[in-house]
């Protein structure tokens, strides 16, 4: 995912903008540089493929010095990673931008801008800002109103910084359907692509509404809306410190992962969802038209992303009307495929090294399927670089090895590849608005289902002294039962294992005691009274109960039934929803056991072995 840092001060900014892309580092990226208007009012720019220590060593031996700048990490969507491709863009020496985001009118404006005589030095669908800046400043307009007059040719998603030498003093930035924040200085500005960038430098920010451009310098911000009309933001003082990207006041990692959701859920969705629609070029430049010819998914994956994968079955076949295939990677490779005509494969991964789906994927690319996507966390990954197209999930950095913030953006990841294919199927516009703003809301829900961890606390001692524990599910729920059974057992040690509910008369009944706890998760949907039916199956027998359910469903607390109650959720997100109070009751039972929480025994982060 794309990074932007900006800033205009009384001081060098060289070494701010270094520090805030390093800051960006966790979100992935292939290409780094940095532009400043130096003493001579002269644009001079760094860029380097790879990492941003690349980019230091450039500037060592070419320093760049100036109180103007900005700076940017990219992850190639339109153009391989290459120098020529990397932010800042440059035209003929007056204007330069860095950019978020997708333009899905490029094709049109860059045609249009060879026929003015644009040379152009990239494939990025970025260079046609920059061009179209230079032109609307070469009519005689300034940099803030060229910049508005050029947003307004564009047709897509867009977080820009733009320096000029016209106006050297300035910095202006835009956004829609990418977030951008401003940070707030003493005679300093600064802009980024979120707040982490800046600490250390600010603890105050604006954070731009939709269509919003900014007017800054180094002691004014001036914001005007959509239409122009000059309007105020509200300042927000962040209590993040400037080692939040560390631990901090959490005592595990886990537990910070897991508080980090809301925010990772929207960066995994930033830019890839544009008037209720989700956008196609996010998961690459050829995607829109192959996805017309997609028959059937085929989905790999090990571990958390294998349940990843079950629930995204149920989308698939229920929203998408595709059929979908899950397998677990390990035994995918070891039997013959009939492999369907127009069929997409895809591998989710959070490291994007698992050794065994990264082995099926070379194994389907022998075997006829139409395309590869990957779902996956790290960019530069060995999956990702084997796969067609790939489509991150910009969780961030995952220093516990229980996953939990990597699993809910794979859920979302795949929720808009879902929707995307849907589209192609008979899913109408009014159902992709709705389920789009249901996952523009998410972030919120989740954040509601974070107040209920006092309560989930209290619960986990009843875990403490057990050996054993059920967790139950039905439909789309099993394999959030799967993903809740397995954080359990990978950190507390308690042996867990998950049913679907409807199976309990099939022989775990015979398991059931009141030593044996029972997890389950209720959404109020078509399933829940035969869920019902199953717990009772649980009460009648002995065994203890625990049972996360919504707000409205008709469950009582009785006697060896224990409910906490989930805000009303939609039923498409509410696998992801009810996801977090079982990360919750896994995290609070393994502290009470005293077990290492973030690095399990016999347990790797990334596993690249069979």
Request: charged content about 25%; aromatic content about 6%; proline content about 4%.
């Amino acid at each position: 995912m794309c990074g932007i840092v900006g800033a205009v001060a009384h001081r060098l900014v060289t070494p701010i903008l270094l520090k805030g892309l390093k800051r960006l580092e966790y979100r992935g990226y292939d290409s780094a540089g940095i532009a400043v208007l130096d003493h001579e009012n002269r644009l001079e720019r760094a860029r380097a493929k790879g990492k941003v220590r690349g980019l230091e060593e450039a500037m060592q031996t070419t320093p760049l010095i100036g109180k103007v700048g900005i700076a940017h990490t990219r992850w190639a969507t339109h153009g391989v990673p290459s120098l020529e491709n990397a932010h800042p863009h440059i035209c003929r020496d007056k204007v330069a931008v860095v950019h978020n985001g997708i333009i899905e009118n490029h094709e049109i404006l860059r045609a249009v801008q060879k026929e003015k005589g644009h040379d152009f030095s990239s494939e990025t669908d970025t260079e046609v800002i920059v061009h179209e800046i230079h032109d609307q400043l070469e009519s005689g307009l300034d940099l803030l109103a060229a910049v508005q007059a050029t947003v307004k040719n564009l047709d897509g998603a867009y977080a820009l910084g733009v320096i000029s030498t016209s106006e050297p003093g300035r910095l202006v930035t835009a956004r829609k359907g990418s977030p951008l924040v401003i940070g707030v200085g003493k005679r300093e500005n600064f802009i980024a692509s979120d707040v982490f960038a800046l600490l250390g430098e600010t603890q105050k920010f604006i954070f731009l509404e939709e269509g919003d451009v900014a007017d800054m310098t180094a002691d004014s911000i001036t914001i005007y809306d959509e239409e122009g009309n000059r309007v105020e933001r509200p300042f927000s003082e962040t209590e993040l410190a400037a080692d939040s990207t560390e631990k901090g006041s959490y005592r595990h990692y886990m537990e910070k992962e897991i508080y980090e959701q809301p925010q990772a859920v929207s960066n995994t969705l930033e830019g890839r969802i544009i008037n209720e629609k989700v956008v196609d070029e996010a998961f690459g430049p050829d995607a829109a038209t192959a996805f017309d010819r997609v028959k059937r998914v085929q989905i790999v994956a090990c571990g958390t992303s294998f349940h990843a994968g079950m629930v995204a079955k149920y989308w698939m076949e229920s929203i998408a009307g595709l059929p979908c295939d899950v397998e677990v990677a390990s035994e995918y490779r070891y039997r013959p495929h009939v492999v369907s005509e127009d069929t997409l494969f895809v591998t989710i991964s959070q490291s994007g090294e698992t050794a065994d789906t990264l082995a099926a994927l070379k194994e389907a690319g022998n075997i006829g399927y139409a395309h590869t996507l990957a779902i996956c966390n790290v960019p530069e990954s060995s999956i990702v670089r084997e796969s067609e197209w790939s489509l991150m999930t910009r969780a961030g950095a995952e220093i516990g090895v229980a996953s939990t913030k990597a699993f809910t953006t794979q859920l979302v990841a795949l929720l808009l590849l879902v929707v995307a294919l849907g589209r192609r199927n008979g899913l109408s516009a009014e159902k992709e608005a709705k389920i789009t703003r249901q996952l523009i809301n998410l972030p919120a829900e989740i954040e509601q289902v974070l107040e209920l961890n006092k309560d989930i606390k209290k619960w986990a001692k009843s875990f403490g002294d057990k050996h054993h524990a059920l967790y139950l599910g039905r439909g789309e729920q099993y394999p959030v039962a799967m993903e809740g059974a397995l954080k359990l057992k990978e950190i507390s040690y308690i042996h867990a294992e998950a049913y679907p509910a409807g199976e309990l008369k099939h022989g775990p009944l015979a398991l059931i005691d009141e030593e044996m706890p029972v997890v389950a998760v209720a959404p109020n949907n078509e399933l829940l009274e035969k869920l019902k039916s199953n717990l009772q199956e649980v009460q009648a027998r002995g065994g203890q109960l625990f049972v996360f359910a919504d707000v409205h469903a008709p469950l009582d607390s009785v006697s060896g039934v224990k409910i906490l109650r989930v805000a009303e959720t939609d039923e498409v997100v509410a696998p992801i929803v009810y996801t977090i109070p079982l990360q919750l009751l896994s995290y609070h039972a393994a502290v009470i056991k005293g077990t290492d929480v973030d690095q399990p025994r016999n347990l790797a982060k990334s596993v690249t072995v069979e």
